[in-house]
């Protein structure tokens, strides 16, 4: 399989034309609707049925605790029905899933990561799939979405304990936002091919004798929030190399627009929200250049076509689709790494390391480019304040932002939310390491087993869910690992985010002066951009050049 | 007290929420792109299932349907699929997750491809990459226009089909346009070999080596 370089090109910047011509309106709609103040008829009634108190706001306290009461049920909801699942209809002959397996699982749908301990054909049924790890790719992409606008009212704010209603945003994002988005691209996937019924088909090919059962489920409904709401988790073992999730080159490129959707347009909601649209776009450019340095390294590295394997092979081959091949895997890789997506169209595990490597580099990122839906705005908000910090200590002020005092709370705050993910990565997988009874568990050798781990780690702790798929994480060790990985990956950074947003709310803001560093123009997205890269290679260098860089460099 | 039961108002509220949430976007939602589906892509929804000449579902478009033994072997009547790790069964679907460098993906590379060599008498040199690598999916239903020329005469003799009209059939079956521009030009083996198969019906008694 050849790279066509002319393919490449026009899709990145198809790409980047369809997202540009489409922030504004997605952001004035995501901006107004979490502005917003009327409930519709439906909702009211909603409200009603789930005893939410629509009219009051929370402080920031309480506002975290609805988050964290929400996502706690939902957890022990997931796992306690598909333990259950034998009993429960919908579920074809499948027996209650395996503990360790089923808390893996809820865990990873409801932080948004997605990552599948579990094959799906042959673990869960459709009630499983349809009613919980579906519900849940909305679900945990609004979570996400609501904590920065949290994390926005915060800053535009002054002098208020006020944060807004968990359960208002909660709602609005999922009927306002999420659901006719997903509908429609739903629909749009099965008229590419994706299918949507309920039942299995049986075929026979008279000439050649073959029978075959024809997998059916409500595959595209799921995938189209799996992608729109950065989750990631396959209907599928094979997730969207699977004919049925992916039946060709157009789809796939849909996919990967859907997926960069929501958190391209999050920039200029935020603009809007804090009334300034340079904030917006600095953020925005930040985020796109990031993408279009990452996605060429990955163009070359794919291209490069390295691996004695594949140079045994004559070329790409190993994990990719015949219809998708190199360009199409490539620009999926990337995207669904830079935000915290984790579907696939090729396997990862087999893309030449250095490709590999930039998989790993995109999540150690914090996904921020343009990152998960409303996770990857507050990562980037938090880098911002860091940059703030840095910028203040180089020219001697006490650092500002948008008119906030970034005092020894606000510092504090964002630098443990900086420290979560890269410790939980380098622990757990240092961890794992030493144990030579669990690394048979990734049965590759030499540099690539660790690759194996790390990825893992990686994926999981940053919320991603794609994997090196070799390694077999079914066991009770690694499943807890992972678990720990993705809840204290997902919840520690989203406590920080929203105390930080309490903080900043009850401040009063101050008037920019002349020694005010501003947060916008190329000076400060180069800085931002920067201190991003900056803290991203010392964290995870060592890590790295034993991995990829080992792999890839040393032949 | 009012603490405690806070977080336990907090909970009730979690709960009610799910549920009712639940109802909306994992029952009514599916269910209304089931039903769009249905009046609108019936083919598309329910698996794009091509017909034989007497009507009968034969085969999904989009899978790869591979007339093979239990080694792994495919039936040299037939246009080959690509290797496949889940041995072409739709009841399961996955990559072999080897890395580049894995010396067991080397061996199986070497393997595929001397088979291939022998299957369609050519040079080892001749066999394109994805005659020798596994797919993403192991359903990948498409392979290369350069494996499916390599293919040609073996099929047609099998079939005792002339080489031209088997040759128009595999660019019947290669895709061209936008997706092909995307992606890459790709050959549905599945379609293809139905096609072969109603062209060679008539005058072919079932005749496989």
């Known amino acids: 399989m050849t790279f066509n370089s002319a393919s490449f090109v026009v899709q990145v910047v198809a790409l980047l034309i369809v997202l540009a011509a489409l922030h504004k309106p997605l952001g004035v709609y995501l901006a107004r609707v979490f502005e917003g103040t009327t409930s519709s008829r439906p909702e009211r009634l909603f409200y009603r049925l789930a005893g939410v108190d629509a009219d009051t706001e929370q402080t920031w306290s309480v506002y975290l605790r609805s988050v964290l009461a929400f996502s706690a049920v939902s957890i022990l909801a997931v796992f306690g029905l598909q333990r259950l699942q034998g009993v429960l209809p919908g579920s074809g002959s499948l027996p209650g899933v395996d503990p360790w397996v089923a808390m893996n699982t809820a865990i990873s749908f409801v932080t948004n990561t997605n990552w599948q301990t579990y094959v799906p054909e042959t673990t869960v049924g459709i009630f499983v799939q349809m009613t919980l790890l579906a519900v849940q790719n909305f679900l945990s992409a609004a979570v996400g979405i609501v904590v920065v606008v949290a994390l926005i009212r915060g800053i535009a704010r002054t002098r208020t304990q006020r944060l807004g209603n968990f359960w208002v945003d909660l709602a609005r994002t999922s009927f306002r936002v999420l659901l006719p988005l997903a509908f429609v691209a739903a629909v749009l996937m099965v008229l590419g091919g994706v299918v949507q019924n309920f039942w299995f088909t049986e075929v026979t090919n008279q000439a050649t004798g073959v029978s075959q059962l024809i997998p059916g489920g409500p595959v595209a409904s799921q995938e189209a929030i799996k992608i729109l709401g950065t989750n990631g988790g396959g209907y599928f073992n094979a997730n969207s190399a699977h004919p049925f999730e992916n039946p060709n080159a157009l789809i796939s490129f849909f996919e990967v627009f859907l997926l960069l959707l929501i958190p391209s347009a999050l920039p200029y909601a935020y603009g809007r929200m804090v009334g300034d649209q340079k904030q917006g776009y600095t953020v925005a450019a930040v985020m796109g250049t990031l993408w279009l340095a990452s996605i060429s390294l990955m163009g070359w590295a794919v291209a490069s076509g390295q691996g004695t394997a594949t140079a045994a092979a004559g070329g790409l081959g190993e994990g990719f689709e015949q219809r998708f091949g190199p360009v199409p895997s490539a620009i999926f890789a990337t995207s669904t790494t830079l935000t915290s997506t984790g579907a696939v169209n090729v396997a990862h595990d087999s893309l030449p390391p250095l490709a590999g490597g930039v998989a790993m580099v995109n999540m150690m990122l914090g996904e921020v480019a343009p990152g998960g839906t409303g996770s990857g705005l507050y990562g980037l908000l938090i880098l911002s304040i860091i940059s703030v910090f840095i910028a203040g200590l180089m020219v001697g002020r006490t650092p500002e932002y948008l008119g906030k005092k970034i005092g020894p709370t606000e510092m504090k705050l964002a630098a443990m939310y900086i420290l979560v993910t890269p410790t939980l990565v380098l622990a757990l997988s240092g961890i794992t390491v030493l144990l030579p009874d669990i690394m048979a568990n990734a049965p590759a050798t030499g540099p690539h087993q660790f690759s194996e781990v790390l990825y893992a780690f990686t994926s999981g702790a940053n919320n991603n869910g794609s994997a090196f798929g070799g390694i077999t994480t079914s066991g009770p060790f690694l499943s807890v690992m992972l678990g720990l990985g993705m809840l204290l990956g997902r919840f520690l950074p989203i406590v920080l985010v929203i105390a930080l947003a309490g903080s900043l709310a009850r401040q009063g803001k101050i008037p920019a002066s002349a020694g005010t560093v501003p947060t916008h123009g190329p000076l400060f997205g180069s800085l931002l951009l920067g201190v991003t890269v900056i803290m991203t290679a010392l964290s995870y260098f060592p890590a790295l050049a034993l991995g990829p860089l080992a792999e890839g460099l040393l032949k | ?209």
Do not use: C
């Open chain 2, 1 to 209: 007290m009012n603490i405690l039961t806070g977080y336990l108002r907090q909970l009730g509220t979690a709960l009610r929420f799910l549920l009712f949430a639940t109802l909306v976007l994992g029952v009514a939602y599916p269910l209304a792109v089931f039903g769009t589906g249905q009046l609108i892509a019936p083919y598309q929804a329910n698996g794009s299932i091509l017909k034989d000449s007497s009507g009968a579902p034969a085969a999904s478009a989009l899978i790869a349907q591979a007339a093979a033994d239990d080694s792994g072997a495919q039936d040299p009547r037939w246009f080959h699929a690509r290797p496949s790790a889940v041995k072409w069964d739709p009841a399961s679907s996955s990559a072999t997750n080897l890395g580049p460098n894995d010396p067991k993906l080397l061996d199986a590379v070497a393997a595929n491809r001397s088979a291939v060599a022998a299957a369609e008498g050519v040079d080892a040199a001749a066999v394109p990459a994805d005659a020798v690598t596994a797919s993403g999916s192991g359903l990948d239903p498409d392979v290369s226009p350069e494996y499916a020329k390599l293919q040609l005469a073996r099929v047609a003799a099998a079939n005792g089909l002339s080489t031209d009209a088997v040759a128009a059939m595999v660019e019947q079956y290669t895709s061209s346009g936008v997706v092909a521009f995307l992606g890459q030009p790709s050959v549905n083996v599945t379609a293809l070999n139905l096609a072969v198969a109603a062209a060679a019906r008539p005058s072919q008694p079932a005749q496989t080596k």
